[in-house]
């Protein structure tokens, strides 16, 4: 099975400018491709909305919504975005296309990163969201798999597809849209997001790549959810000794459970993390302290002035803006009374969000409902991914597709996605990669240049150069000769998809020299890309060529490229001999003379009296240079 029959969009041409590539990657709400930009001769990310969500008016506006605010973000560390649009029932963002690996890609090959590795890439993330807020906009969606390290060094935030205008009103139900790992505390409790959910987010992830691990871990959602609004994120150096106590006053600050305690956006966030990456300690100005703890400020067990709220519903509203944390003094002053009451009030959340834990754990963990998370086999061989699959009683579907990045033989894509939870013994489709398709190769010769580029890409393959231009008599300038492959070999009939074609084009007639002046030859070299060069010239003896003239170039018949240096051939006019002396001789002695020289002879001297007549003088006069084949009258004496 090909990777088109699987996917029909994959060869369809998008508002007749973006041709689809292949696919980068699927999500819940769109599918990423790779295309090309017919009109800009570039390569860009298509993200295309799903087909089963076209008729949804409000998800459609949504989506609508992300590029128009994605459009408006114009920064280094952000993904551009540069089209969008409709092409008959699809919807689509056309994005800037990065290769590269994710963060999350680093983290699995190289587990956790090193204290500047983390303020680097986190000096670049936050960048690209502090740009975002400035322009209310939430993310809602921070997590490694949205961090992007391009091969060429850059570091950028894609994937605002969560993303809400800050002082839009957001809904509980699309509050844990995002990924349950870098939720923050209000969003688990009330389903309310702002700026400073965001900064939660990177907490989490500054966190994981100091440790390599996630702080809050658990078999089912609810439970990571629970920690997330119950439990302190730990610091880092409690894990690993790469942490040093400026990053865990960081991590701390950004992971505070009330967003009142953390940065207000990611600005604040990023200029503190400057500080500690000049050098410096944590800035100790008040505005800072008065919302970042120290590093032994109480945990959960002890805190009571702010307790957890209850897990319940909350009226749709947005989250209010930070206010001022209470001064130390008031709260010393908290009653004896009151710390009883909401002592009593954790005491009885924490009891029954435990009951509830404890029910659906039963139920998804060994009841009905158990479901088994699929791993990630992607990129692995298939006989090792067929195995890993039916050891957790999976059943496996083994097709065959193409790829231009996976090795043959080795899982170019799985179905259900990695990570997705399924009852036993349910189906996974997995594709076997076949390596690249071969496709065939375009008649390309006769064509003019751009018109071969332009089937090049049509036929799903890259153009790379102009390999050569060489003089033809008879092909117009710009036409193509030859189509070849990088080692300047002609192509076959099929060849692999994203091949790179070269072309050897006519560079047009080799102009006429012949006739010309020496001067005036070597301008018309000039005026055609080639060089004169007068070491080659050569003098030819000529009859019918004037002395100085040209008769041609030194090279006829060799191939000819531009810019290659040519001599010519001139003419010397005829060449001359010298009349013999035959005076005195015979007539017949005479002749033969004058024949042997090259010239001929006529007499008006009856050819019976030649043996006895004899010459008195000759026309030409002996002596005169003349051409060869010149006639020379001859007078006897007497005449």
Same mark, same amino acid.
């Given at each position: 099975?090909?990777?088109?029959?699987?996917?029909?969009?994959?060869?369809?041409?998008?508002?007749?400018?973006?041709?689809?590539?292949?696919?980068?990657?699927?999500?819940?709400?769109?599918?990423?491709?790779?295309?090309?930009?017919?009109?800009?001769?570039?390569?860009?990310?298509?993200?295309?909305?799903?087909?089963?969500?076209?008729?949804?008016?409000?998800?459609?506006?949504?989506?609508?919504?992300?590029?128009?605010?994605?459009?408006?973000?114009?920064?280094?560390?952000?993904?551009?975005?540069?089209?969008?649009?409709?092409?008959?029932?699809?919807?689509?963002?056309?994005?800037?296309?990065?290769?590269?690996?994710?963060?999350?890609?680093?983290?699995?090959?190289?587990?956790?990163?090193?204290?500047?590795?983390?303020?680097?890439?986190?000096?670049?993330?936050?960048?690209?969201?502090?740009?975002?807020?400035?322009?209310?906009?939430?993310?809602?969606?921070?997590?490694?798999?949205?961090?992007?390290?391009?091969?060429?060094?850059?570091?950028?935030?894609?994937?605002?597809?969560?993303?809400?205008?800050?002082?839009?009103?957001?809904?509980?139900?699309?509050?844990?849209?995002?990924?349950?790992?870098?939720?923050?505390?209000?969003?688990?409790?009330?389903?309310?997001?702002?700026?400073?959910?965001?900064?939660?987010?990177?907490?989490?992830?500054?966190?994981?790549?100091?440790?390599?691990?996630?702080?809050?871990?658990?078999?089912?959602?609810?439970?990571?959810?629970?920690?997330?609004?119950?439990?302190?994120?730990?610091?880092?150096?409690?894990?690993?000794?790469?942490?040093?106590?400026?990053?865990?006053?960081?991590?701390?600050?950004?992971?505070?459970?009330?967003?009142?305690?953390?940065?207000?956006?990611?600005?604040?966030?990023?200029?503190?993390?400057?500080?500690?990456?000049?050098?410096?300690?944590?800035?100790?100005?008040?505005?800072?302290?008065?919302?970042?703890?120290?590093?032994?400020?109480?945990?959960?067990?002890?805190?009571?002035?702010?307790?957890?709220?209850?897990?319940?519903?909350?009226?749709?509203?947005?989250?209010?803006?930070?206010?001022?944390?209470?001064?130390?003094?008031?709260?010393?002053?908290?009653?004896?009374?009151?710390?009883?009451?909401?002592?009593?009030?954790?005491?009885?959340?924490?009891?029954?969000?435990?009951?509830?834990?404890?029910?659906?754990?039963?139920?998804?963990?060994?009841?009905?409902?158990?479901?088994?998370?699929?791993?990630?086999?992607?990129?692995?061989?298939?006989?090792?991914?067929?195995?890993?699959?039916?050891?957790?009683?999976?059943?496996?579907?083994?097709?065959?597709?193409?790829?231009?990045?996976?090795?043959?033989?080795?899982?170019?894509?799985?179905?259900?996605?990695?990570?997705?939870?399924?009852?036993?013994?349910?189906?996974?489709?997995?594709?076997? $990669?076949? +390596? !690249?398709? %071969?496709?065939? /190769? &375009?008649?390309?010769? =006769?064509?003019?240049?751009?018109? #071969?580029?332009?089937? @090049?890409?049509?036929?799903?393959?890259?153009?790379?150069?102009?390999?050569?231009?060489?003089?033809?008599?008879?092909?117009?300038?710009?036409?193509?000769?030859?189509?070849?492959?990088?080692?300047?070999?002609?192509?076959?009939?099929?060849?692999?998809?994203?091949?790179?074609?070269?072309?050897?084009?006519?560079?047009?007639?080799?102009?006429?020299?012949?006739?010309?002046?020496?001067?005036?030859?070597?301008?018309?070299?000039?005026?055609?890309?080639?060089?004169?060069?007068?070491?080659?010239?050569?003098?030819?003896?000529?009859?019918?060529?004037?002395?100085?003239?040209?008769?041609?170039?030194?090279?006829?018949?060799?191939?000819?490229?531009?810019?290659?240096?040519?001599?010519?051939?001139? $003419?010397? +006019? !005829?060449? %001359?001999?010298? /009349? &013999?002396?035959?005076? =005195?001789?015979?007539?017949?002695? #005479?002749?033969?003379? @004058?024949?042997?020289?090259?010239?001929?002879?006529?007499?008006?001297?009856?050819?019976?009296?030649?043996?006895?007549?004899?010459?008195?003088?000759?026309?030409?006069?002996?002596?005169?240079?003349?051409?060869?084949?010149?006639?020379?009258?001859?007078?006897?004496?007497?005449?």
């Amino acid at each position: 099975m090909s990777t088109a029959s699987t996917d029909p969009l994959i060869g369809r041409i998008l508002d007749d400018r973006y041709v689809v590539r292949s696919r980068i990657a699927r999500g819940g709400m769109a599918t990423v491709y790779v295309a090309t930009d017919k009109r800009l001769e570039r390569r860009v990310a298509v993200k295309v909305m799903h087909d089963h969500l076209a008729e949804d008016n409000a998800f459609k506006r949504r989506f609508d919504q992300e590029a128009r605010s994605a459009a408006r973000l114009s920064h280094p560390n952000v993904v551009n975005v540069y089209d969008q649009g409709e092409d008959a029932e699809l919807a689509y963002l056309v994005m800037e296309y990065l290769p590269g690996i994710t963060l999350r890609d680093l983290l699995k090959s190289q587990g956790s990163l090193t204290a500047d590795q983390t303020l680097e890439i986190s000096e670049a993330v936050l960048s690209g969201l502090a740009a975002a807020h400035n322009e209310k906009i939430v993310h809602r969606d921070l997590k490694p798999e949205n961090i992007l390290l391009a091969d060429d060094g850059r570091i950028k935030l894609s994937d605002f597809g969560l993303a809400r205008a800050a002082s839009a009103n957001t809904t509980t139900g699309q509050a844990l849209l995002g990924t349950i790992a870098y939720l923050s505390p209000e969003l688990v409790t009330k389903g309310l997001a702002d700026e400073r959910s965001d900064i939660y987010a990177f907490g989490i992830v500054m966190y994981e790549m100091l440790t390599g691990v996630q702080p809050f871990v658990g078999e089912q959602p609810m439970q990571i959810a629970y920690q997330h609004a119950n439990e302190d994120v730990p610091l880092p150096s409690a894990v690993t000794t790469t942490s040093t106590p400026e990053l865990d006053r960081l991590v701390r600050w950004a992971t505070q459970r009330d967003p009142a305690h953390r940065p207000t956006d990611a600005k604040m966030l990023l200029d503190e993390l400057r500080h500690v990456r000049s050098g410096a300690s944590i800035n100790p100005s008040s505005a800072f302290t008065t919302v970042m703890p120290p590093l032994d400020f109480p945990t959960s067990t002890t805190t009571v002035i702010h307790p957890t709220p209850p897990v319940e519903p909350a009226p749709l509203a947005q989250v209010a803006p930070a206010p001022q944390p209470p001064s130390s003094i008031d709260s010393i002053r908290v009653t004896t009374a009151r710390r009883r009451r909401q002592g009593a009030l954790t005491l009885g959340i924490v009891l029954a969000t435990a009951l509830a834990l404890g029910v659906t754990g039963w139920w998804f963990g060994a009841g009905p409902g158990s479901l088994i998370a699929i791993p990630n086999v992607v990129n692995k061989e298939v006989s090792t991914a067929q195995s890993e699959l039916a050891a957790l009683d999976l059943s496996v579907t083994t097709n065959k597709c193409p790829s231009l990045t996976v090795p043959v033989g080795s899982v170019t894509e799985m179905k259900p996605a990695a990570g997705t939870r399924v009852a036993h013994d349910s189906d996974v489709i997995i594709c076997e $990669s076949t +390596g !690249p398709r %071969l496709l065939p /190769v &375009p008649e390309l010769v =006769g064509l003019d240049k751009d018109a #071969a580029i332009t089937a @090049i890409t049509e036929a799903e393959f890259v153009f790379g150069s102009v390999t050569e231009e060489k003089f033809t008599p008879d092909s117009p300038r710009g036409t193509v000769l030859a189509a070849v492959d990088a080692d300047g070999n002609t192509l076959g009939a099929q060849l692999n998809e994203q091949e790179t074609i070269n072309l050897v084009v006519s560079a047009g007639q080799i102009p006429a020299v012949a006739g010309l002046t020496l001067d005036r030859a070597a301008a018309a070299l000039a005026d055609a890309g080639l060089v004169y060069d007068p070491t080659q010239n050569i003098e030819t003896y000529s009859s019918t060529v004037a002395q100085g003239i040209v008769i041609a170039l030194t090279r006829v018949g060799d191939v000819v490229h531009t810019g290659d240096a040519l001599g010519l051939e001139v $003419s010397r +006019g !005829p060449e %001359l001999f010298e /009349v &013999p002396d035959v005076t =005195g001789k015979s007539i017949k002695d #005479a002749m033969s003379t @004058i024949a042997a020289a090259g010239f001929k002879a006529e007499t008006s001297v009856p050819e019976l009296f030649w043996g006895v007549a004899t010459v008195s003088e000759t026309t030409p006069q002996a002596g005169d240079m003349v051409e060869k084949g010149t006639t020379i009258t001859l007078t006897f004496a007497g005449s």
